[in-house]
Structures are given as C-alpha cells and as structure tokens.
C-alpha cells in the first residue's frame, strides 16, 4: 500500500512539475515570439513549442476571446470541450477525474511587457499513466498476497515440525505408567537443540522421580514387614489367652476377641502391601509351569468352603490346562472367591466355571451377590478402593484384594475383567495363556 501511495505521488510530483516548468517558460516564450511576430502568431508559435502529446493549451484574452490553442490536443472531443468551457483553473497545477480520464489542470496570467494578454490554460491528460499505475498497483497486490500467502505456507510447515517433537514427546510421556519410570525415556532424533534440551531435562525428572518411587516401595515394604512380625507376636499371645484363659469375664472376653480381629485384620493389611511392594519391585519370582487348572480349582473351592461353611460348585467338561504360578493363582482363586462371599448372601451360589477358548485358558467366578455398579467396574482394581466404604468394617477389607489379584495375573501373563450388575451378581473372569505345544 505504501509503495503504490508513493508510486502515485512520484507521477503526479512528475505531471505537476513538467506543467508548472512550461507554465513558467511560456510567457518568457511568447516575450521572444512577439518580437519577431504579431501578439497571436507569437503565441500559437509558443504553444507549437511547448505542446508534447497530451499536453492542451490555450489561450484566452480577457474578454474571453480565444486567441490561440494547441492543435494536437488527442483527448475524446466532448471531454476537450469541456475542458476547454472551464472558466477557473488552479493557479498551481493540479489533479483532477473526469469521468474515468484523469488531468493535470493549470491556469494563469500571461504577462508580457508589463501588459496582460489574457490568461493561459493548461491541461495534461494522465490517464494513460494512471491506467498503467493501477495495473502496476494491481500487480503488486497480487504478488504481494501471493508472497504473504507462501510466506505463512513456509512459516506454518516450519511451526509444525518445530511442534512435531513435542508432540512427539507428549505421546510418549502419555504412556509412561509408574511401572515402567525405571527405563522410560524420551528419545527425539530430529528435534530442534531446545527441545532436545526440554527431553533431557524430562528424562532427568523421570530418572528422579523413578528413584523416588523406588524409595517409597523400599519404605512401605520395609514398614509392612516391620510391623508384620511383632503383630503376630501379639496377635498370637492373644489367642493363646483367650484359649487358656478360664477366669474372664464377658467384658474382657469381648475386649481381647475385637483385639485379635483387629490384630488379624491389620496383619492381613501388611501381608497385602508387602505382596503388592514386592510385585512392583519385581522381588516376587513367579514360578510359571503348565498346570490343570480343575485340581486347582478344586483345591481353592474346598478350602474356602473350610472356612465358611458355603458350598462352592466347580463347572468344568473338560480338563482345561495353562502356564501359571500354583500358589500364586491359588491365592488370586482365594481371593476372588473370598469377595463372592463377603459380598452375597449366604445361601447365593458361587460357581467357579473353567473353560479352554481357542489359545486361552478361562477361569470364571460367579457370584448371585450385590454387584456392581458399572461406574466403580473399572476402578475397583484400584489399589485401596473400594466400593462401599462404609461396608469396609463389616466386610474386614481394605480394598488391596483385587489390586494383587490383578498385579499377579498380569505377571502371569494374562488378564482379569469383571462383568456385574448391581443386584444381580458379578462374573470375574481372568484368561490365561496355554502351554505351547
Ligand atoms: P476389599 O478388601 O474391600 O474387598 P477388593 O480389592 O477385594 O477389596 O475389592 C474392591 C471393591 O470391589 C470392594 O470394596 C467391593 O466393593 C467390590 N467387589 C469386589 N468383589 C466383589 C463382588 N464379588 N461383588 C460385589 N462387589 C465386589
């Protein structure tokens, strides 16, 4: 815009200044002419020379009378006409639109010898270099828009690769979990030197925070087995007063009773959070052989039917075999079966169905108990949470089981769903891989 503006004072400046220059020469001239020449001949001679194409003058005495004019004058007749009938003109040059044509107008006082002959007119038409101006405007318009437009192209691909590596960065922190701190890290291999800077930095928290997190399983390991074992102690001391204590009465019986539940509750706890600390630390050594899963499963049923007194139906046709850790899949069978107790009524079944899909062994376990609502489904794996937090005394949990539950069975290299409806029942089922064969 600014170079256009300035290319149109440039012609004009120009315009103005070549009229203004014949505007200053001309009655000098006509003094020469009108020496050799009658008054009217001299200034038709002053016109012819200072006439180039597109330049009109004339001259009028001060009657209005017409006393001379260029003859060459090319604009369209009527405009020429009109121009001519104009009885003021700017004293300095000036310039003026009629209709789509465009002039530089000029009138003033021809004076020679002291004496007024009458006044000259000048009139430049332009059009032609405006025309070309507009067109060269119009250009320029169009290049410029074009430049701006590859410019931000250029700038927006530039911008977007810049952003690539962070992008780039963002996806792979989404995927970091607390299991992996140890060995994430972040690797860009095309990245500008401040972003790689930016992972550096990142792979040095994550170092950090890995460290710290290790240092926190170390703690909760070593405090649940700390405390594990002198809870036992008392634990133990406690039951053997209570079995051999004759002299007590209700009261204290009472007393010491809620003291080793809690004692047995609490040592529970610490068995749970030291599982879970060694299975994050990978201290648990999973000794995975091929398995028939019915025997297992008998085992466990039988067991749990021990304890509380509740039948537990094993459903399987065939003998359905997987890569498993023994103890461990029993303790995550104990588990399960545990919950479909604590959480259904005492005459409700619990059926435990074995079945082999394709490669996969699968383990199902049916209770007809509460169930559970579909927005707690995918937390309840959560480590400590739990469903009804009031229910958390009469149940004796502390929301840990199905966390180990789930840390083993993926250590196993399976997996554990859970499919439930609130009043009608849950279905826990964990698949396992086969023995290859
Ligand atoms: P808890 O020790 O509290 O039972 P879990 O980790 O074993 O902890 O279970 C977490 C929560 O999942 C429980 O508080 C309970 O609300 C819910 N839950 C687990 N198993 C069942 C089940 N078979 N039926 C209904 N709710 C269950």
């Not at 032609?128 to 320029?140: G, I, K, T």
């Not at 299975?279 to 025997?295: K, M, R, V, W």
């Not at 919950?339 to 079945?355: F, G, R, T, V």
Request: proline fraction near 3%; glycine fraction near 6%.
């Amino acid at each position: 815009m600014w170079t256009t503006w300035k290319m149109q004072q440039i012609l004009i400046t120009t315009h103005t200044q070549n009229v203004e220059y014949i505007a200053t020469r001309f009655p000098r001239d006509v003094q020469l002419y009108s020496e050799m020449l009658p008054v009217e001949a001299g200034l038709q001679k002053t016109i012819d020379n200072v006439s180039v194409p597109g330049l009109l003058v004339w001259v009028r005495s001060s009657n209005g009378k017409l006393l001379a004019q260029s003859t060459d004058f090319n604009s369209e007749l009527t405009t020429t006409t009109q121009l001519m009938s104009m009885a003021e003109m700017p004293l300095k040059p000036q310039v003026y639109q009629f209709k789509d044509r465009y002039f530089v107008l000029y009138g003033g006082a021809v004076v020679v010898k002291g004496l007024l002959l009458g006044k000259v007119y000048m009139v430049q038409d332009i059009t032609a270099d405006q025309h070309e101006l507009m067109s060269a405007r119009q250009s320029l318009t169009i290049v410029c828009i074009l430049a701006t437009s590859v410019m931000m192209g250029a700038i927006a691909l530039r911008i977007r690769r810049s952003l690539q590596p962070l992008h780039e960065m963002s996806q792979m922190a989404g995927v970091i979990s607390a299991e992996d701190l140890g060995e994430a890290k972040l690797l860009l291999r095309h990245a500008p030197s401040e972003v790689k800077q930016l992972a550096q930095t990142f792979n040095m928290m994550l170092s950090r925070l890995s460290e710290a997190w290790e240092q926190q399983r170390q703690f909760v390991s070593n405090v649940s087995h700390e405390l594990r074992t002198p809870l036992t102690i008392v634990s133990g001391y406690l039951q053997s007063v209570l079995r051999r204590s004759t002299n007590l009465n209700d009261n204290q019986r009472e007393a010491l009773e809620t003291a080793t539940s809690e004692a047995e509750r609490t040592i529970h706890l610490l068995q749970d959070l030291l599982d879970l600390a060694r299975a994050d630390s990978g201290y648990i050594h999973f000794h995975l052989e091929p398995l028939i899963l019915n025997d297992l499963a008998i085992e466990a049923a039988t067991m749990a039917e021990k304890f509380s007194n509740r039948s537990i139906t094993v459903k399987a046709t065939d003998n359905v075999e997987a890569v498993a850790d023994r103890d461990r899949l029993q303790q995550v069978l104990i588990n399960l079966i545990d919950n479909a107790m604590k959480y259904s009524d005492p005459d409700d079944s619990i059926i435990l169905e074995l079945e082999r899909i394709d490669r996969q062994a699968v383990i199902r376990v049916c209770d007809r108990g509460v169930g559970i609502a579909l927005q707690h489904q995918s937390r309840i794996f959560e480590r400590f949470y739990r469903v009804d937090e009031s229910r958390a005394r009469s149940t004796g949990g502390h929301g840990l089981g199905l966390a180990i539950v789930k840390t083993f069975v993926e250590t196993m290299g399976g997996e554990i769903a859970v499919r439930s409806k609130p009043g009608a029942g849950s279905v826990f089922t964990i698949v396992l891989p086969i023995p290859q064969k």
